[in-house]
């Protein structure tokens, strides 16, 4: 309780969970509005980031839920995807819980600004045909070391992951944009159970603010997946190059 001791300060991570859930259901970048707000409520670095995992969970259940009620889940890929993804995870996140998390921001920005130079120099690479087949882990050695790096970089700070998940099945294993963001939101739920089972075992989780923010996220993937389904891939493809240079401005500005 002593971490919801303000009610604005309580309004404002529901607020955040709203918005954090609607752009990590298009993009990612979410949790970097989460955590500076857990911070915010007197929690150390190592507590925000396990924190912010209930949040993340919540809301990848609800989007592969919204996704699939469309007929827009990919689920017969999954597990192959999920292998490297996990065995990533569990490095990144027994990294988190040890190391400090200073050490990733430079890998944080340099990674999203990798992503967008990516969409404005060759956006031909985040557009696949609509003849192209999407790779398989198993038979593609890039496609596999891709996901297993994505799943390090999750499971040691959940933030701006989405970014990191999109540049490697869209951009690499060449999925569309709307069924990649499903099969992102997927990973991202499964490999948070995994992080956020070593941030229990660390005692780095505060289940309250994580739940206030949890609740704000229910309502901003509901929103994030209809619209999804509403605009053209070439408008999804725009928001999620201004989202990438806007966390790219944003975490150069605070570092």
Known sequence: MEYLSDPWLVAALLGAGVLAGFINT?????GLLILPLLMLSGMGAALANGTMRVGVLIQSIEAVRQFNKR????????PAILVPCLLGTLVGALAAAYLPETILKPVLLGTLVVVALLMVLKPNQMTPGPDEVPQVPGE????????????????????????????????????????????KLAITGSFTVLALGIFMWRDQVAWLPGLVVAAGTLV???????????????????LLLVMVLTVCLAAAIKG
Do not use: E
């Open 26 to 30: 298009l993009a990612g970048g979410g």
């Open 71 to 78: 007929g827009t889940m990919p689920f017969k890929p999954l």
């Open 140 to 183: 593609s050695l890039p496609a596999w070391l891709g996901l297993f790096f994505a799943g390090v970089y999750g499971g040691f700070v959940q933030a701006g992951v989405g970014f990191v998940l999109i540049a490697v099945l869209v951009g690499q294993m060449r999925y569309d944009l709307l069924r990649g963001n499903a099969l």
């Open 220 to 238: 901003g993937v509901r929103l994030g997946v209809g619209f999804a389904h509403r605009v053209s891939p070439v408008v999804l493809k725009r």
